[in-house]
């Protein structure tokens, strides 16, 4: 049976958050609105539009923030493209080891499909995964596990046999809903993860096969 890996994008294949602090601040600057870094920071890995409403309000029009959010994007990926984007320590290792493994693979992101596609081929990462799960897929996020169950549904993959990796205590908590395994990996945070990590290198070799292995999901 197939076994799979879902993947959140920043923070934990790259991390890319300074490239979104700043497409944020400047695009915000244009609108009059002056963003601090501790907002951003608060907002980090949600939808655009929930970001939005935050700092608009709730009577934001949403082709504001549909404009708004698609020109954030758009100075993001020329950041990215332009300055570069390096992968997170270990993580180019692990996307490549379970590939040749026999682990499938997808991206679970609340980010643009755009900004994925952009960021893998930017990682030399996009023969590692396949499927990619983004913002358009999904009406609900994290800590919803939507964004998840529809990977695995595109990988044809069981929620019992996807290892989920995340950064954040919300992406956890989907996959907990979800009914999948995860590991989490955060220098900031400590996560509630089955394992968890300071930095992908710490995972011990075994550590994919050891969650599929003990105390099997009801959902296997």
Same mark, same amino acid.
């Given at each position: 049976?197939?076994?799979?890996?879902?993947?959140?994008?920043?923070?934990?294949?790259?991390?890319?958050?300074?490239?979104?602090?700043?497409?944020?601040?400047?695009?915000?600057?244009?609108?009059?609105?002056?963003?601090?870094?501790?907002?951003?920071?608060?907002?980090?890995?949600?939808?655009?539009?929930?970001?939005?409403?935050?700092?608009?309000?709730?009577?934001?029009?949403?082709?504001?923030?549909?404009?708004?959010?698609?020109?954030?994007?758009?100075?993001?990926?020329?950041?990215?493209?332009? +300055?570069? !984007? =390096?992968?997170?320590?270990? #993580? %180019?290792?692990? /996307?490549?080891?379970?590939?040749?493994?026999?682990? @499938? &693979? *997808?991206?679970?992101?609340?980010?643009?499909?755009?900004?994925?596609?952009?960021?893998?081929?930017?990682?030399?990462?996009?023969?590692?995964?396949?499927?990619?799960?983004?913002?358009?897929?999904?009406?609900?996020?994290?800590?919803?596990?939507?964004?998840?169950?529809?990977?695995?549904?595109?990988?044809?993959?069981?929620?019992?046999?996807?290892?989920?990796? +995340?950064? !954040? =205590?919300?992406?956890?908590? #989907? %996959?907990?809903? /979800?009914?999948?395994?995860?590991?989490?990996?955060? @220098? &900031? *945070?400590?996560?509630?993860?089955?394992?968890?990590?300071?930095?992908?290198?710490?995972?011990?070799?075994?550590?994919?096969?050891?969650?599929?292995?003990?105390?099997?999901?009801?959902?296997?």
């Amino acid at each position: 049976m197939h076994r799979a890996v879902l993947w959140d994008l920043d923070g934990t294949l790259v991390d890319s958050e300074e490239y979104h602090w700043r497409a944020w601040r400047d695009v915000m600057a244009g609108e009059g609105v002056e963003l601090t870094y501790e907002q951003f920071l608060a907002s980090f890995g949600q939808r655009n539009d929930r970001i939005l409403r935050g700092w608009l309000g709730d009577d934001a029009a949403p082709e504001r923030i549909r404009q708004i959010g698609d020109a954030k994007e758009a100075e993001y990926r020329r950041l990215a493209e332009t +300055e570069g !984007v =390096a992968p997170l320590a270990g #993580a %180019a290792e692990w /996307a490549h080891r379970l590939h040749a493994d026999g682990w @499938r &693979q *997808a991206i679970a992101s609340s980010a643009p499909r755009l900004n994925v596609e952009v960021m893998l081929r930017a990682l030399s990462l996009d023969p590692y995964f396949d499927a990619i799960v983004a913002a358009e897929d999904v009406t609900r996020g994290k800590p919803d596990p939507q964004v998840f169950q529809r990977a695995a549904a595109r990988l044809a993959v069981p929620a019992g046999r996807c290892i989920v990796v +995340e950064d !954040v =205590a919300a992406g956890i908590e #989907a %996959a907990r809903r /979800a009914g999948m395994r995860s590991i989490g990996v955060s @220098r &900031q *945070a400590t996560l509630d993860a089955d394992i968890f990590v300071r930095s992908l290198v710490d995972l011990p070799d075994d550590a994919f096969v050891r969650l599929l292995s003990a105390n099997p999901s009801p959902n296997s």
